[in-house]
């Protein structure tokens, strides 16, 4: 599956003009078909470009390896073309304001079984609408996209607050999550900026890609599954910095000083920070060993 740190590879649109001409959507009169592509977002939105190039409606929309036919229909493969995806991305913009168009790639990104044809349903009503359907919270697909969006925003800040890396021999900073959702692609901004001084790995071990950082650019860097390997959250010992353990225990015995007992609150506490963020919390190991400073000695007299 492709990936891009931006849905397709465009620069925002922001300050962007509006068009003001509303071109009307072709009528889809065409019998519906069954679509399939090769899982990306630029291949969705080519699959977009094929529904009202066809003036064929989609019965389903899915994902090459997930594709699920009966026994008489045969799915139309659609190979993607980065340049009708970029005209139906750019072409949204005439009949939906960006922070809409934003929900969109977040709602691919959410990984909803049905999140194909939601998108769909979201972009032909905006088209075939007079007035924006941004707020229009009566539509199920309007109001179903909105949520995605806020789950995506929410997981996407606990990322950014959340994530913990641990230095690597060869001066590589190295995280592993699993997210709920695919958010590399969002929480990217924020590390290249806060990061850019050295050279970091955020991998997702449940989808097996990550975010590399070499001091210049940041890339999309994939993995095969290791089938064989029990399965970590935690880079090997072997490949850490011998100063790591060290960095850990100085962060708990932080951690442990500015707590203060008597307002521990963890009801409150788990609503900030849920239990499945704890992985991947430095202060929320085990201490295997307690750090005590050293004793100030005085000479005898």
């Known amino acids: 599956m492709s990936r891009s740190l931006t849905p397709l590879n465009q620069p925002n649109a922001v300050g962007k003009p509006r068009a003001t001409v509303r071109p009307a959507a072709p009528a889809l009169t065409a019998p519906p078909l069954d679509y399939t592509y090769d899982g990306s977002f630029d291949g969705l939105m080519t699959v977009l470009f094929t529904i009202y190039d066809r003036k064929a409606p989609p019965n389903s929309i899915q994902p090459e390896g997930a594709v699920q036919g009966g026994l008489f229909t045969q799915p139309l493969l659609v190979e993607t073309h980065e340049a009708a995806a970029a005209r139906v991305w750019e072409g949204l913009l005439l009949h939906m304001r960006e ?49 995605l969006s806020q789950q995506m925003g929410r997981e996407k800040h606990r990322m950014e607050a959340f994530v913990r890396f641990e230095k690597t021999a060869d001066e590589l900073f190295h995280a592993t999550i699993e ?63 011998e100063r790591e353990p060290l960095f850990k225990v100085l962060w708990q015995t932080y951690f442990d000083h500015v707590n203060i007992p008597e307002r521990k609150n963890i009801k409150l506490h788990r609503r900030h920070i849920p239990l499945r963020y704890w992985k991947y919390l430095s202060e929320k190991q085990p201490r295997e060993t307690r750090f005590e400073p050293i004793r100030n000695k005085r000479p005898q007299p």
Not at 191 to 203: E, H, P, S, V
Not at 208 to 219: A, C, I, N, V
């Open 99 to 147: 922070e809409a168009r934003t929900r969109l790639f977040h709602a691919f990104l959410s990984e909803q079984p049905d999140r194909e044809l939601l998108i769909f349903r979201y972009a032909d009503l905006a088209m075939r609408s007079a007035q924006d359907i941004a707020e229009n919270y009566t539509d199920d697909n309007v109001r179903r996209v909105a949520h």
């Open 179 to 241: 997210p709920d959702f695919d958010v590399l692609p969002l929480i990217a901004p924020h590390f290249t900026k806060r990061y850019a001084d050295q050279r970091w790995l955020i991998y997702d071990q449940r989808r097996h890609y990550g975010l590399y950082y070499d001091l210049h650019r940041t890339d999309i860097v994939q993995f095969e599954p290791d089938t064989t390997a029990p399965r970590r959250s935690e880079v090997s010992a072997t490949v850490l910095d």
